[in-house]
């Protein structure tokens, strides 16, 4: 697999507390993702980054943000979380190049009360 | 926006019975891979389709990619127990590097 680390794997919050969420990789691959999982929803991009202080925002952004500070590290922050942000989180890595493939992190689960 | 949708959502069929899934994008792609996602697990890169018109096959697995590049399809002769998971496409439009995924396809194998 490749070399790419989410923390936490599991997080339970309450209802309006940040939460901030972790991906770590060790492939020095350009591009990061971030996608949330839900039942029936397939997977839906939250944001992603091109490179070290460059993103862009996916298809469910509201609500969360993202930095990238350093190559190997991605974060995202839910400012305030919601229950609607109950979910399964997976980071991806893709290398530079316009048909490389995506490897994916294990995964966080998230649920806010 | 770009928008890319699987049907059917979930499918249960006995093993060695075939199964297809279908990918339609709302936008042409550049390309089209194709990922499984076991039971508790991560999603992980088959393949990738990038011409028009192109076919690929994986053992028992056959994978298409539309002549307008706005659909796709994988077929799996003779499932197998290990064929369960769920299976999703995924493209990117244009010169966007937003990966977009499909809303994937669970399949079910029955011994």
């Known amino acids: 697999d490749a070399g790419i680390t989410q923390s936490p794997r599991h997080k339970v919050t309450e209802t309006g507390t940040p939460v901030t969420l972790r991906c770590h990789q060790t492939e020095n691959h350009r591009y990061m993702y971030w996608y949330r999982q839900d039942p029936g929803h397939g997977l839906r991009l939250i944001h992603y980054s091109y490179g070290v202080k460059d993103t862009d925002k996916g298809e469910v952004s509201d609500g969360y943000s993202v930095s990238r500070s350093k190559t190997e590290d991605f974060l995202l922050t839910l400012e305030s979380a919601t229950s609607s942000q109950t979910s399964v989180y997976f980071c991806a890595i893709r290398p530079t190049g316009d048909n490389t493939e995506a490897f994916f992190g294990q995964g966080t689960r998230l649920t806010v009360v | ?111």
């Open chain 2, 1 to 111: 926006g770009q928008q890319v949708m699987q049907i059917p959502q979930y499918q249960h069929v006995q093993e060695g019975e075939d199964f297809t899934t279908y990918c339609n994008s709302s936008t042409t792609l550049s390309n089209i891979q194709w990922y499984k996602q076991r039971p508790g697990g991560h999603p992980v890169f088959l393949i990738q389709l990038v011409k028009s018109g192109e076919v690929k096959k994986q053992k028992r697995l056959t994978f298409q990619f539309g002549e307008a590049k706005k659909n796709s399809s994988l077929h799996i002769t003779a499932t197998q127990t290990t064929d369960v998971g769920t299976y999703f496409c995924a493209g990117r439009g244009g010169a966007t590097n937003k990966l977009i995924f499909g809303t994937g396809t669970l399949l079910a194998v029955q011994p």
